[in-house]
């Protein structure tokens, strides 16, 4: 079968779609995810196609739901949980950290929680504080809890279903700005492993990892600096929890430089682990220059457009950020 | 392996006038009785670890609720759980074993006294978080439901957790759903040392049930007989599509809220008067006086109860310790 | 009948030892079970301690104000049911040996962390340097306390190691360089020039490229003696051993360490090179080691250049040169240059020498 180009979304919506026709268990519960087709409009008609039981609209009441979601996943039932905006989960925190994440260890190993949660996540829509933020650190702290970032419309499909299967919680944070993006996706079911870096393009001068919508952002600006001679490898790590660096480490040792991206506050950020990685292990060793962070401004995400844009990176920020770092040795 | 002989629903309805379940009944309360006991005296002895919630008092309500049940229904359970997992029918071995930190314990040492679960009964599991277990009763009861199963789930609680979030959020997405779950509120009085006088202004904990247009009910909670039928109830309305129930049992915790409490908030006088209406006592006169069972037949029934908790603790002492090699695997399920 | 202690309670997660206050009962007393026999404090809070089980008082085991630790008895009782865990842990519980009844704190106990041998922690080094750039200091035998960083971090990076030059050193070195290329300036010398054709092995590291070419140029001059010779005093003086200076680029301008090959086969002769190429690329090279060449070869294939013309270091006659490799539709191949000084030969026998290396090159490659 050949690849389509469709948006994230349609892809995110042709996972879910495909998973429910493929197991009963399967099922979507959220606010408004039904007749409305979900706040960024993610479910779609999966309403129409599925009916009001395996897309069920809930309360706005993401703590029970993520709690029934728990409770339906412990008996054999694989929920997609959609809570409207990552912001959210801080409503649902018990369930998700002291339940869904530490059940299947400290319960003993016999009982597990497949379920996935799924939330759009970062700023760029000028919605403000309370419905902007990056909280992928807060997840990938909690053991127990994997956590991806799919960065295209292929990662977002291939990722979903591959967190579906995992009999695991999954925490899948979407970003809002990808939604209506597109590109090439298979039309089958395949999955994305979780846990596998992407390589996203080679180079041999640096290396630049970055997640979520700071992937597309880092090719662009590797184009850019690719006209002013410097070939950049930029890396999309996809899956923050389990987290691999092989890839991340080799690249590191091909180039001695490196330059971390994520939109998150950069205090105690994602990045902040990666860094530590490289400064445990061997590619501290091929470092020819210090490990360099360009993350979002330790502040709540501002509603201004020039001031949203001022608090996380841009494009221009890793360009500039990525001569600089050549200009060191 | 040590268990209860199975909770039976005798037909007559009541746990009064059936021998067999009411001997059951009885075995039930004393089985929780004893092992409670056991465990304060190993803690008390510096023999176990950590800390433990006691519901030494409050057998009857565990005991009349899970007598409602089939095999098949699910129950989650509390920090104060011992006695919802010994009468869902749990191995005491394993019970045991978990708390006195062993390999062989329900959750090979990881969870201890506040997070045993038993997939064989069907109990999800205890859980350390006021009010935690109450939405993923709701969400196992929705699993039912969307599977077209008759299994009931019954989320024990205290009166603590009726203030929390999640049991409001867990309440209403059960009574919109008409989900097969029935809410156990075991009212002790005491949320830690915080009173329901001082965290409530209703006067009965069931009369929330109607914010939620859902039934609900109070019972004496040291009443197993009157728990049983009201549990029988409520059982039988969720299972027949009926929706859910909030069923209060009012009962009374003999000892602290845990270990490390030292009684200051409530006066002597009150636990001795909730201890003269122990649940276990008040049981075996009714159905000694109606001659239903004999005394020999109850002193038997201790002897038994006895020796299992002493087989349990045994058995349990004779296991490995919990192993800290498999620690790091533990954390994931791997993928089938 | 039976016996069951009533012992010091833990009361809570960390609680150990407590102290009685005062006992409630006497012996001979008839006690309940949650009747309150003793008074003890912990936390400086004072707790009863009730009976739970019914018994008579047997015997007082405390005294007040003694401190018990947790799990040992306070009192024994006789009693008409058996305590539940009695025998249960080693030795029955009854009072006969108060000492081994209480594995008080089997559990909570943890093992005395052993002191951890001191040991002298590494002297601070002042040194601020990027891992990469301490690797490259390493290799090149660069002491960084005497390198400058130019960032304004103070940490040394890859690129100080290259621009720690000490000017008055440098113009010391050009001096030195002057007198020797000067002298050399007098001497009538020609160079002869040959593309070599090299096996596809040769050059992978410049280390193994110094080795090689070292070996073969010695097997060179060994098989023609007339050209291993110094010019002095108007006449050619023959020489036994050769002696290689290979010109090595430095901070300071080339320096010429010698290197002398063995006859025999020596395994850790390449890491000897090693070491006097990356000591000389810092100019750290001893001055013992600048010293007795009798022939030099530079090699100039790191620079992309093809074919450079070298002069002589008097006294010695032959200066060999090494420019880059480069493919050829036939294979590899490298210009190499002869310089000669022309009172001991001839181009003939430079172009010879030259035939000869290509032979020795590709048998030691």
Known sequence: MTDRIITYSEAIREAIGQAMEADPNVFMLGEDIGIYGGAFGVSGDLYHRFGAERIRDTPISELGIVGAAVGAALVGMKPIVEIQFSDFTAQAMDQIVNQAAKIHFMLGGELSVPMVLRAPSGSGTGAAAQHSQSLEAWFAHVPGLKVVLPSNARDAKGLLLAAIDDPNPVIVLEHKLLYKTSGPVPEQMYRTPIGVADLVREGKDLVIVATGIMVSRSVAAAQQLAAQGIEATVIDPRTLSPLDMTLINDAIAATGRVILVQEAPKHVGFMAEIAARIAEGPALFSLLAPVKRICGMDIPIPYAPQLEKAAVPQLEDIVAGAVELMREP | MVAITPLRSPESGSLQTDKAAALAALESMLAIRSFEEAVDGLFARGLMHGTMHLSIGQEASATGVCAALKETDYITSTHRGHGHCIAKGADLTRMMAELLAKQTGYCRGRGGSMHIADTKTRNLGANGIVAGGIPIAAGAALAQKMRGETNVVVSFFGDGATNEGAFHEALNLAAIWDLPVVFVCENNKYGMSNSTELSMRVEKISDRALAYGIAGETVDGNDVDAVYQAAAVAVARARSGGGPTLLECETYRWKGHSKSDKNLYRTKEEIDEWKAKDPIERFQEIILSSGLVTQSEIETLIAKVREGTRDAIKEASAAPDSDPAELLSSVFREAN | ?365
């Open chain 3, 1 to 365: 009948m039976p016996q069951s202690p009533i012992v010091m309670p833990k009361m809570s997660m960390t609680m150990t030892e407590g102290e009685l206050i005062s006992y409630t009962v006497s012996v001979g007393q008839e006690v309940k079970a949650g009747d309150v026999v003793a008074t003890v404090a912990t936390d400086k809070v004072d707790m009863e301690v009730e009976a739970d089980t019914a018994g008579t008082v047997l015997e007082l085991t405390a005294t007040p104000n003694q401190m018990i630790n947790v799990g040992e008895p306070l009192l024994i009782l006789e009693t008409v049911g058996e305590d539940l865990l009695a025998g249960l842990f080693d030795s029955p519980p009854a009072a006969t040996v108060p000492a081994q009844l209480a594995p008080a704190e089997l559990i909570a106990t943890e093992p005395e962390l052993e002191v951890a041998q001191e040991v002298d922690a590494p002297a601070a080094t002042a040194v601020l340097a990027m891992p990469g750039a301490r690797v490259k200091a390493a290799e090149l035998g660069i002491d960084l306390t005497k390198v400058t960083a130019a960032s304004a971090s103070g940490v040394i990076q890859v690129t100080d190691l290259k621009i720690s030059i000490d000017p008055d050193r440098r113009a010391k070195a050009r001096t030195q360089i002057a007198k020797v290329t000067m002298a050399s300036a007098a001497i009538p010398q020609f160079t002869v020039l040959r593309n070599i054709a090299v096996d596809h092995k040769f050059g992978k590291t410049a280390v193994k490229r110094t080795a090689t070419l070292l070996k073969a140029w010695q097997r060179t001059l060994e098989a023609m003696p007339h050209l291993h010779v110094f010019w002095q005093d108007d006449a050619a003086k023959l020489l036994t051993d050769v002696k290689i200076a290979i010109a090595i680029e430095a901070p300071y301008g080339f320096v010429t360490p010698v290197i002398s090959v063995p006859t025999t086969p020596a395994p850790q002769w390449n890491s000897e090179v090693a070491q006097i190429v990356a000591a000389a690329t810092t100019g750290k090279i001893a001055v013992a080691n600048l010293s007795g060449a009798t022939t030099s070869i530079t090699d100039l294939g790191d620079y992309a250049v093809q074919q450079a013309n070298v002069m002589l270091i008097t006294p010695q006659a032959t200066a060999l040169s090494i420019g880059s490799i480069s493919k050829t539709p036939t294979g590899l191949q490298l210009t190499a240059g002869l310089t000669l000084d022309h009172r001991v030969g001839d181009p003939g026998d430079a172009a010879k020498a030259l035939a000869q290396f290509e032979i020795n090159l590709n048998e030691v490659i």
